[in-house]
């Protein structure tokens, strides 16, 4: 869990140490393989080791920072026709919020669920992410650092046997919302959950997915951390 005094402390390092090399709302969009349009922008921001993108974020190591990565919400996706204007992300919505950062940050939507995880005694099984700061009126976040995404490390972790009759007998007797909702976890995904956290932890994490539309938590978005697994992205992306 991030703490407020987490949160102080790396904001003073992230404010005395990072700085967009370029404005950053020139070069923070995507493009259909879910890299950034100029990934040099990126990888010329001084103290950074490595960058992993998805399709809404980008992911940076910094070298001062020990356990945990900031992320950077793309603001939409170039189509590569040329003369077209970018497309701004239009689905990452925070419901009850007027942020001007509503309608494209899709990190502003995984603090929101990060938030109700901790409300509902589920944060554990999350990577948390929070808002840190603003440079030029973009916003920066940051998250809890993990091992690699469980889809790079796959050969090093398996569900036990328990894992897989939990998940496979919870299919069977599910609704249709609960089987639609966790679609794109495999089995033994969810196997490793159930042996990780327990059957009654792994039930309330599973209800929380399904009754906040947590979608979207394929092997690229779930990772291990001191030793369990869990979810690193959450944020549901929608295009």
């Not at 950077?72 to 026709?81: A, N, S, T």
């Not at 950062?101 to 554990?124: F, L, N, P, S």
């Amino acid at each position: 869990m991030i703490s407020e005094s987490d949160l102080v402390e790396l904001r003073r390092l992230v404010k005395d140490k990072f700085y967009f090399e370029y404005d950053p709302f020139e070069f923070m969009w995507t493009d259909y393989d879910g890299e950034p349009v100029d990934e040099y922008s990126l990888l010329d921001i001084p103290e950074v080791s490595d960058v992993r993108c998805g399709c809404s974020k980008a992911v940076l190591f910094l070298s001062y920072l020990d356990d945990y990565v900031i992320k950077l919400p793309f603001l939409g996706r170039e189509d590569g026709i040329d003369d077209d204007e970018p497309a701004w992300f239009k689905h990452a919505i925070v419901e009850d919020s007027d942020s001007e950062y509503d309608g494209w940050d899709y990190c502003r939507v995984e603090e929101a669920i990060y938030k109700k995880a901790c409300d509902q005694g589920v944060e554990k099984l999350f990577c948390g992410t929070r808002y840190l700061c603003s440079f030029g009126g973009f916003p920066v976040y940051v998250s809890e650092k993990s091992d690699a995404a469980l889809c790079e490390d796959k050969l090093a972790h398996c569900s036990s046997c328990d894992g897989l009759d939990y998940i496979r007998s919870k299919r069977k007797s599910s609704s249709s919302d609960f089987l639609d909702c966790l679609n794109d976890m495999e089995d033994s995904t969810i196997g490793m959950f159930y042996d990780s956290w327990g059957k009654e932890t792994t039930d309330k994490f599973l209800d929380f997915l399904v009754d906040n539309n947590v979608r979207d938590c394929h092997n690229g978005n779930v990772a291990f951390k001191d030793g369990k697994i869990r979810v690193i992205d959450y944020s549901s992306f929608d295009a």
